[in-house]
């Protein structure tokens, strides 16, 4: 047996009023919305009628509460099209035929004004369609899902009025200045006049123009025009602008490049117009991801916006004014590095992340632009021209531990190594060697520095060899092996090196001690499936002063505690934690120091 859904209308209205939509205040939007289609319908109808749309707040007698009064001189409603537009939810071939005929349509009619039972308790229409000016009907609305229509015995022009009255807890949406920001705000683009009345005087709400629908005399007026619309819209002062034209999407607009360096985290969110009613400040998706460092005001004709029309479907013709959007960023860019290198490179100290990104993925935006990328190095920041000026090889290392661990013993040894820690500064790297390879690239870690090390002549070898036997043994239950070498800086007294594997099973035994019973058991699998015999390497230089006085020690307790020492202190200063062992001979390692300051103290006393 079948059965039908038993349909809830209060609920839907419910669910459309109050939970489709981010913002009670969004009814504004809906309004304007329906009395644009309707004048646009109307347009079809009499091409050179001239609409027009009103808001007014009646004066309101005592305590009674507010009333807001929309109008529009549109196409009006026939009977028939009051409950095809007003009274149905869901699909309708009629209404759908109607929509695939007229694309200048922005939204779906009564599906939108149903929005305004989020302020208002009650609907009231009167409309008169233009198709038929002998009959005006009256269509009440209520919150539960009824309605009522009625024949009016007035006659009325052509065109429909919206009644909505406040109910408690919404006086803040009537009040004149909200409803007059809204007005503006959500219909500032719209191409008819939309007055605002509020009992004292008429305001018209739209006046301004934004600047791509205007004409310049010339580039320095396009520019100054521009860069104020930013200013009066986001209070901000940009640090360039970027027209924005695209037949896909049907989009126009610009966009504001910004004058600081945003956050990879922050959401990239733009101020979009569908039809040139506003759709959201918050819209994502408009542009590539590596276009963080620009905001933008666009409207575009011929994208599908979501059921609450606060941002569009993620569908192909999304995708398509998204690539074309971003190319148009591209070559704004290729443009300024012919045009004006010097602003380009302040463009690139505040965006550099955007354009890494474009560079990593545009092998010919690469080419044009490598020259000009900036990347920290031991000595200092400099660009991939600079660098390859002075040095032969292009030396990186692609962790921020292994940077900071490597960065004073490779200047020591003039070497310039790049830190390619940061976002893309890695791929672009090796990006360099498919572009240009005779350009040498090399990655460098701790453990290839020793390679560079001076290796000690036969006499001090044998001078080192008891400290080289001890460290060995205390140290082989760490999985650590000793050598010596000479190296610079002297003030270094030891390096720590750990391959991959190892620094993976550091990981792995770090993470075991403070894991539960459950997680321990697995890694302790995980672990199991490694080889035992990779060995973490820890270089004495013998250039240090510290270190070449403990080779010619003779008392073996306070050489024990010295290679304790220092084995922990080159750990600590690779930036890797401490496991609990480790944290154990350091404890042992300072207790024995303080116990033997004291005993030779207490000899002294004696």
């Keep these: 047996m079948e059965y039908k859904f038993q349909v809830n209308l209060g609920g839907i209205i419910d669910l459309l009023a109050n939970h ?13 919305q329906n009395g644009v289609d309707a004048l646009v319908a109307r347009r079809h109808l009499e091409p050179e009628h001239r609409g027009e749309m009103h808001l007014e707040l009646p004066p309101q007698s005592g305590n009674a509460s507010p009333v807001l009064v929309f109008r529009d001189n549109g196409i009006g409603l026939t009977e028939d099209e009051i409950h095809l537009f007003l009274a149905t939810i869901g699909q309708s071939s009629k209404r759908d035929e109607l929509f695939a005929q007229h694309r200048d349509f922005i939204g779906q009619f009564g599906v939108g004004l149903l929005s305004c ?8 229409v009167r409309t008169c369609s233009a198709k038929d000016e002998t009959k005006a009907f009256e269509w009440r609305g209520n919150a539960d899902g009824t309605y009522s229509i009625k024949l009016l015995d007035q006659k009325m022009e052509p065109g429909t009025e919206v009644r909505l009255y406040c109910k408690g807890g919404s006086e803040d949406n009537f009040r004149p200045e909200t409803v007059k920001r809204l007005a503006h705000h959500y219909g500032s683009l719209l191409p008819f ?7 004292a005087a008429t305001t018209l709400v739209n006046e301004d123009r934004p600047p791509w629908q205007e004409e ?6 396009e520019r100054e025009a521009y860069l104020e619309y930013g200013r009066t819209t986001f209070g901000t002062e940009f640090f360039d602008y970027v027209s924005l ?8 607009g610009v966009a504001f490049v910004l004058p600081f360096s945003p956050s990879l985290a922050m959401r990239k969110t733009h101020r979009v117009y569908l039809k040139n009613m506003l759709l ?3 819209t994502e998706g408009l542009l590539p991801d590596w276009a963080f460092f620009v905001k933008c005001v666009v409207n575009a004709n011929d994208l599908r916006p979501t059921a609450s029309r606060e941002s569009f479907y993620e569908d192909e013709a999304l995708a398509v004014t998204r690539r074309a959007l971003g190319l148009q960023l591209r070559h704004y860019l290729i443009d300024l590095a012919t045009s004006n290198p010097g602003r380009l490179k302040q463009l690139i100290q505040l965006h550099f992340l955007s354009i890494k990104a474009l560079a990593v993925d545009d092998e010919e935006f690469f080419r044009i632009f490598f020259k000009w990328l900036p990347f920290e190095t031991n000595m200092g920041t400099m660009t991939l021209t600079e660098y390859i000026k002075d040095h032969d090889v292009i030396r990186y290392v692609p962790d921020r531990d292994q940077f900071r661990q490597v960065a004073r013993i490779a200047g020591a040894q003039s070497l310039c190594i790049i830190n390619a820690a940061y976002t893309y500064d890695a791929e672009l790297i090796q990006k360099i060697n498919e572009v240009f390879p005779n350009i040498q690239l090399e990655m460098v870690d701790s453990q290839s520095l020793t390679h560079s090390f001076e290796y000690l002549t036969l006499a001090e070898q044998d001078e080192v060899a008891k400290l080289i036997e001890l460290a060995n043994e205390i140290l082989l239950p760490f999985k650590c092996m000793v050598e010596i070498r000479a190296f610079s800086p002297k003030e270094l007294p030891a390096l720590y090196n750990v391959s991959a594997e190892v620094q993976f099973k550091r990981s792995i035994e770090t993470t075991k001690e403070v894991a539960d019973t459950f997680w321990s058991s697995v890694l302790d699998d995980v672990e199991a499936g490694l080889g035992d015999d990779a060995l973490a390497q820890l270089c004495f230089n013998y250039r240090n002063p510290v270190v070449y006085k403990i080779t010619r020690m003779r008392d073996e307790t306070l050489l ?3 290679i304790q020492i220092l084995y922990v202190q080159a750990i600590l200063l690779s930036h890797r934690p401490l496991n609990s062992k480790e944290m154990a001979l350091l404890n042992e390692g300072l207790l024995g120091f303080i116990e033997r300051g004291a005993d030779v ?6």
């Design 20 to 32: 489709t939509y981010s913002s009670p205040q969004i009814f504004i939007r809906e309004l304007l």
């Design 117 to 124: 039972f989020v302020v208002s308790e009650q609907i009231v």
């Design 193 to 199: 006049p939309i007055n605002f009345e509020d009992g």
């Design 216 to 221: 310049f005399l010339d580039s320095d007026f």
């Design 245 to 252: 034209r695209s037949s896909a999407g049907d989009v126009s």
């Design 280 to 282: 959201s400040e918050q």
């Design 560 to 562: 024990r505690l010295s």
């Design 601 to 606: 103290f207490e000899g002294w006393i004696q």
